[in-house]
Each structure stands twice: as structure tokens, then as C-alpha cells.
């Protein structure tokens, strides 16, 4: 019995002990459990804070996806308008090279042109030298008539009496104080004139200084004019002069006239149709001179004007050229003008 309390009591003295040791761990594990709930509530608002990073991170990760979306689109649209300003960068080479090709046509049609208007004006120039020429030529051929004739006047006796010799001034208009027979050829009207002026009787005809022959007629006209103007008198301005002098000059043949035969006219028509053909051609020369000068002031006119800083409002030119002068169409001396001479 004894043994049996003791070991009793041994037993019990184990276990006491073992509660000790368990409660002693129990306060070891309630320490560590306290620790453990500290570092769960530290992991727990560590966890909080970070799902709060998260969410701004998630944010922030949506807002670059939005931002992304529009650089692609606002790229895309860039990336179109390249592609627009290549095509136009591309047309504008094209229309450069198009206005560089045309400007050189140009320039070669221009310097064709100067060349075609300098050898015209050459040409023009050369031709109305020699209508000058013929002018003076003229001038000097009707001074001689009227020296001529003014001799021819002095000479002659102061008597009206027609005499039967052939009178030379009468001869230019086929008429003779003779027979009708000795001269060749006479016609109503020459022997109308013929009776007028061996009578004296010049009624019918614009009144003069009383003449009394036909050399008289005409030397009264002619003397009264002023003689035609020399090159040297042309620059004083005798212009009016030489035309009421040729138009006097004229006046006897044509308006003294009824027909107008070739030999009854022929004095008129060796002096005073070279003078007219000459004038005329020395107008001819000036209009063309004119319009020479008038298509090289157009050539100049139609030069590129210089294109602005973008260079792209160039217009080319036409490819028509508008130049009609041609030296090889200038005006010659034609054979009627050459027979008169």
C-alpha cells in the first residue's frame, strides 16, 4: 500500500510538473502568439497599403493605355498626312522640272526671235537707206527739170505768135502747132488743148500768171513753188514745200487732161512717180521698222517673270510664240518700181 501511494505520488509529482512545463509553454506560445498577431495586423496594413498601390497602379496602367490609343490613332493620322505631303512634294518636283524645261524653251525661242528682229531691222534699215538714196536721187532729177525749164523760159521769145516749128514743151503732150499729120498721133482732146493754148485762151483751165504757151504754163507752176527741198533743207523743215511743189507739178498733167494716155503723161510719170514710189517705200520701210521693233518690245514683254519664295506660281508660257517678223518678207524693190527709175 505504502508503495503504491508512493509511486502515486510520484506520478502526481509528474504530472504537476508536466502541467508546469505545459503551462509554461502555453505562456510561451500565448507570447509568441501575441507576436505572431502583431506581425499579421503589421502584414495586414502592409497588405492594405499595397492593394492601395495596386489600384493606383491599375489606374495609372489604364490611363496610359487610353494615352496609347490616341498617339496611335493621332500617328496614324500623321503618318496619312506624310503620305499626302510626299504625293505633293512629289507633283511639285514634277511641275519644277516641267517649268525649268519650259523657261529654257523659252529663253531658246527668245534668243531665235532677237535674232530674227535684229537681221529684219538690218534688212529694213539697209532698204530704206537706199529709198533715201532714191529720194535725193529724185530731188536732184526735179531740180535739173526745173533748172531746165527756167532756161528754157529765159530763152524763149516774149511774143504770142505760135511759130511752125516743133515746140519741146508742147511735144511732151503730143501737141504741135503744125499739121496734125507731122506729129504722129493726135487726139480730140490734144487738139482741144493744142487750140487753147495757140489762141491764148486758158479760161477753162485754173487761172495762172497769164501764160501764153504751154512751156509757160508749166514753168509759171513750177517756178512759183518753192523748189523741192535737199537733204540738207529737209532738216530745216521744207516738207510742205516739196508736196505743194509736186502737187502743183501734178496738177497740169491731170487735171489739164481728159484721158490719161502713157506718152501724154510721160514727164509726170518719170518724175514725179519715182518720187511718189519712193515715199512710198520709204513709208513701207518705217511701218515695218515699227513693227520690228513693236514685236521685239513684245518678246521682251513676254519674258518669265520670276517666281515668288514658294516657287510654284510660275506660269510656263505658251508654246505659240507670237513673232510674225521675217526678214525674208521684208519688202523688195519690185520691177514696176525699178522701171520707173
Known sequence: MADYA?????????????????????????????????QVQYLTEKLEKTEGIIADREHDVYGLETETENRKKEIEKLEEKLSLQEKILQDCNDRLLEMENAEEKHQSDCSRAKKKAKDSCSH???ELTVQHERNDELVKQLNDARDKIKKL???????????????????????????????????????????LTNTGDLSQYPPTSQPQTVADILSNDLLSATPL??????KRGNAEAEKDSAETYESYFYKRRKHDDQRN???????LLPLKQAAKGAEAAKDRAAKAKATKDRATRNKPAPSNENGLKFQPPSDKFDFKMDPTNAKTVSKQEKSDF
Open 229 to 234: 527741198a535737199s537733204p540738207e533743207s529737209k
Open 265 to 271: 503723161v510721160q514727164p509726170t510719170q518719170t518724175v
Open 6 to 38: 508512493t509511486k502515486s505520488r510520484a506520478d502526481a509529482d509528474g504530472f504537476i510538473a508536466m502541467v508546469k512545463n505545459m503551462e509554461a509553454e502555453l505562456v510561451h506560445l500565448t507570447e509568441t502568439l501575441s507576436e505572431r498577431g502583431k
Open 124 to 126: 529694213l534699215q539697209a
Open 153 to 195: 523760159k529765159s530763152s524763149r521769145p516774149t511774143n504770142t505768135t505760135r511759130t511752125p516749128h516743133l515746140d519741146r514743151m508742147d511735144t511732151v503732150h503730143g501737141c504741135m502747132s503744125g499739121p496734125s499729120d507731122t506729129i504722129g498721133y493726135h487726139d480730140d482732146d490734144d487738139h482741144e488743148l493744142c487750140s
